[in-house]
């Protein structure tokens, strides 16, 4: 009678987790057209619709890195972004994780357009490379700048996608 009452115990415990672990899967946010704040209005055109967040990575395409350089590069800027909103925008960075991390990934020609982006009061975060494989030391490679969807599109909209 014990080992039945263990067993029945053990399958409701199975069945209830996995009861709220679906549950948590289908209340997750996938990246889509509409969780980015994309729509169309009346005339076809797309415009901005809400404030979701966007992360936005800048690589400078005049430095030359290889593929992996920028793969690399990137991870580190996005590490480096989320470490610093942590601890100085929390509420910011949990909306963007609940959104499922929306990134995009853009070029930029110059270290001097990167930093004119870095001076428009979105939380940023550059990568200064070291030097020790493909490119010169002390080397700004990427940006990462985090926003509601409206704001870093206005500064990152005319940017080429990488």
Request: aromatic share 4%; glycine share 6%.
């Amino acid at each position: 009678m014990m080992d039945l009452m263990w067993l029945i115990a053990l399958l409701l415990g199975a069945a209830l987790g996995y009861y709220i672990s679906t549950l948590r899967q289908s209340r997750r946010i996938f990246v889509s057209s509409k969780s980015i704040g994309i729509s169309a209005d009346s005339s076809g055109n797309k415009k901005t619709k809400t404030k979701e967040p966007l992360e936005v990575l800048v690589v400078r395409n005049d430095l030359r890195m290889g593929k992996g350089k920028i793969a690399a590069q990137c991870s580190h800027a996005t590490l480096g972004l989320y470490k610093k909103l942590v601890q100085r925008a929390p509420k910011a960075l949990n909306r963007w994780e609940y959104c499922a991390q929306p990134k995009v990934v853009v070029k930029i020609e110059s270290e001097e357009e990167m930093l004119v982006l870095q001076s428009l009061k979105l939380p940023t975060h550059i990568i200064i490379d070291a030097g020790k494989t493909q490119i010169a030391p002390n080397s700004r490679t990427v940006m990462a700048l985090l926003g509601p969807v409206d704001l870093v599109d206005d500064v990152t909209g005319g940017l080429k996608l990488m």
